[in-house]
């Protein structure tokens, strides 16, 4: 153990960690769930305390020699090489303090020990003084939750999104030609393709894509410069400007200062609407697995209309039971993303006048959501949809059964005598045609010239 001080006293700390006493004292007094910030929060913190160093010696506010080594240890937090050194749990202060000063803390004692100092004695480098310099949690902890955001989406979700969205695509191209029958209120209702039922899926994902990357321009701004309540105090003028130039430059990210710097700490809204997209895509994903998971029931007892890869056994009791299962996985990822969000919405409701303070809680769930989002695009491409092949078969069984086909035959004898035809079929339990031909409606010839299954899937009067 060492022993390291901050202004409420002294406190042991164990001698092999870079945290010091505020991250020790945090530790005791939050011993609450296992829930800690994921990877990409404390690369964007480390990422911001290394751009935040550098413009500070160029305004000539920091020691070259000791922001040059701040730098050095910050990047050891973005390369994920002192991971170990994050402890924390989410639930601390609702304005991320306790994780700031746990990054500053790391970064100090990491860049006193390059130094050739000893540790914890915050010379030549001080956490507060030199690692937070022109900083305040309450602009650095809303920054890194916008830019580990940003970062996420780019380069996890979006990626993922697409090949999945291009996966539906191919598979409408490829059950063009399979005609089928629809169903609404899981009712038999008129022929389509399996290649338009597809298409809805595919466009489903594109407008999901297309809702979140129009919420990026609004995590892009950050509240950076701030510090305390918005008004940039113990800042250089030129700082915010440099800083957000700095940090698109290494990130290479078109990022912009908030264009208002007290609305910037004292909400989340930019996050909260990118959590409702998140949560469209979760119900868009939800519905298209529930669809498959529906049409490939059975295999013999259920709709069967598609055939789905057999990835594992489904069953420890009934031998050769095949389930579902990446189906499931989605729709609970999905339900996880949709109960992230509820959170979200409270936690962005929750600004206190100046400040937002339930940073943690939302930095965690939206950082989750576009985690199990971007995993469950990836499992459920490669898994399931990759693999979807149709049972022609069933396919045609459904189609030649179902009574709604006589639908091609209102426009020609009329709402009301169809709907006899369809009934008399029903209760006498025999095809649409014989029911037309026993009423003595149509001949058998001119009902295989008005139903054609295949001209119902497309406009065609006139």
Request: net charge negative.
């Amino acid at each position: 153990m060492r022993t390291e001080t901050d202004s409420m006293g002294t406190l042991e700390v164990p001698a092999d960690r870079y945290w010091g006493a505020q991250t020790q004292r945090a530790l005791q007094n939050f011993k609450i769930g296992d829930e800690r910030l994921p990877r990409a929060a404390i690369w964007a913190l480390g990422t911001i305390k290394q751009a935040v160093a550098g413009v500070n010696a160029d305004l000539g506010l920091l020691d070259a020699k000791l922001a040059e080594t701040i730098c050095a240890a910050a990047q050891e937090v973005v390369d994920g090489a002192l991971d170990d050194h994050f402890p924390l749990r989410i639930w601390q202060t609702g304005s991320g303090t306790q994780t700031n000063m746990n990054v500053n803390e790391v970064i100090a004692n990491r860049a006193i020990e390059m130094l050739g100092g000893e540790m914890g004695s915050k010379h030549p480098i001080h956490p507060n003084d030199h690692v937070n310099k022109s900083q305040s949690t309450n602009d650095v902890f809303p920054t890194s939750i916008h830019l580990a955001m940003v970062k996420q989406i780019q380069t996890h979700l979006l990626p993922r999104l697409t090949a999945l969205q291009s996966a539906f695509a191919e598979k409408v191209s490829a059950f063009a030609g399979i005609v089928k029958i629809g169903r609404t209120h899981l009712m038999d209702a008129t022929p389509l393709t399996l290649g338009q039922e597809f298409s809805a899926y595919t466009q489903q994902l594109t407008a999901a894509e297309q809702r979140i990357t129009a919420t990026l321009p609004y995590l892009c701004e950050l509240p950076i410069g701030g510090t305390a309540v918005g008004t940039g105090l113990n800042t250089h003028p030129d700082y915010t400007a440099k800083v957000v130039a700095r940090l698109s430059e290494v990130t290479g990210y078109e990022l912009q200062r908030a264009p208002n710097a007290f609305e910037a700490l004292a909400c989340r809204d930019a996050v909260v609407s990118a959590s409702g997209a998140l949560k469209t895509l979760a119900v868009a994903l939800f519905k298209i697995a529930n669809d498959i998971r529906w049409l490939a029931s059975g295999p013999r007892c259920g709709l069967g209309e598609l055939r789905l890869p057999e990835m594992e056994p489904g069953s420890s009791i009934m031998p050769g039971k095949v389930n579902p299962t990446q189906c499931e996985a989605v729709t609970m990822v999905c339900a996880q993303v949709m109960g992230n969000d509820t959170t979200l919405v409270f936690a962005g409701a929750n600004g206190a006048l100046q400040l937002n303070v339930f940073m943690p809680v939302i930095a965690y769930n939206a950082l989750q959501s576009i985690q199990l989002l971007g995993d469950a695009c990836e499992s459920f491409r490669v898994n399931c949809v990759e693999g979807i092949v149709p049972n022609r078969e069933t396919i045609g069984r459904h189609l030649s059964e179902s009574l709604m086909l006589v639908t091609a035959l209102t426009p020609h004898i009329g709402y009301d005598k169809a709907a006899k035809v369809a009934q008399y079929a029903h209760e006498q339990g025999c095809t649409l045609r014989d029911a037309a031909i026993a009423m003595e409606v149509l001949t058998g010839e001119a009902f295989d010239a008005l139903v054609v299954p295949a001209d119902m899937t497309r406009p065609n009067l006139g």
